[in-house]
T-cell receptor, first 112, second 116 residues
Framework: GENVEQHPSTLSVQEGDSAVIKCTYSDSASNYFPWYKQELGKRPQLIIDIRSNVGEKKDQRIAVTLNKTAKHFSLHITETQPEDSAVYFCAALSPGYSTLTFGKGTMLLVSP | GAVVSQHPSWVICKSGTSVKIECRSLDFQATTMFWYRQFPKQSLMLMATSNEGSKATYEQGVEKDKFLINHASLTLSTLTVTSAHPEDSSFYIC????????????FGEGSRLTVL
């Protein structure tokens, strides 16, 4: 089945710095890659996603890049703010499976 | 966007009792819903896929007699933790793809179960 690896597990940055979280996936047929933000005790919220026919997508301070050849995708957050502090999960959707496979998560801490 | 609602948000029960958690799709029909379990500081682990009108599909290592899933309608799936024990204490979250299946997975609010 699909296997998603996510790094780093924790990431601490200063307010205003950029943060990058990287994920790799194993199934070359996977075609949808969402990123979720989860605050403590709350449900995961979709923040951005990318499909396999696109190499990059940007939404204000958040961007995602996809390298299908290398089978990895990354989340980029610029001008980080304390409210960006949360756990971020990457995921991949393989056509052969009914649901998403999640990475282990990255705890992002943005210090004022 | 699509809304998935989960109830209850918090539940505390005694060891040996059963607890039912409901998951509803509020503005779309979901033939398939998913139940995840999340331990503190860990990722979302898929427990089972709930299929409307048929038996749920359980992931390896998940006891189907322990975690009973019923998907009686296109908008409701329930997870019953039977004979709960302290090790069953966890955060349970349901989810569903929207009817248009854009690929976006919508999550319920989650249910935190504490078994004393």
């Amino acid at each position: 089945g699909e296997n998603v690896e996510q790094h780093p597990s924790t990431l601490s940055v200063q307010e205003g710095d950029s943060a990058v979280i990287k994920c790799t996936y194993s199934d070359s047929a996977s075609n949808y890659f969402p990123w979720y933000k989860q605050e403590l005790g709350k449900r995961p919220q979709l923040i951005i996603d990318i499909r396999s026919n696109v190499g990059e997508k940007k939404d204000q301070r958040i961007a995602v890049t996809l390298n299908k050849t290398a089978k990895h995708f990354s989340l980029h957050i610029t001008e980080t703010q304390p409210e960006d502090s949360a756990v971020y999960f990457c995921a991949a959707l393989s056509p052969g499976y009914s649901t998403l496979t999640f990475g282990k998560g990255t705890m992002l801490l943005v210090s004022p | 966007g699509a809304v998935v609602s989960q109830h209850p948000s918090w539940v505390i029960c005694k060891s040996g009792t059963s607890v039912k958690i409901e998951c509803r799709s509020l503005d779309f029909q979901a033939t398939t819903m998913f139940w995840y379990r999340q331990f503190p500081k860990q990722s979302l682990m898929l427990m089972a896929t709930s299929n409307e009108g048929s038996k749920a599909t359980y992931e390896q290592g998940v006891e189907k007699d322990k975690f009973l899933i019923n998907h009686a309608s296109l908008t409701l799936s329930t997870l019953t933790v039977t004979s709960a024990h302290p090790e069953d204490s966890s955060f349970y979250i349901c989810s569903a793809f929207s009817g248009s299946h854009t690929g976006e997975l919508f999550f319920g609010e989650g249910s935190r179960l504490t078994v004393l």
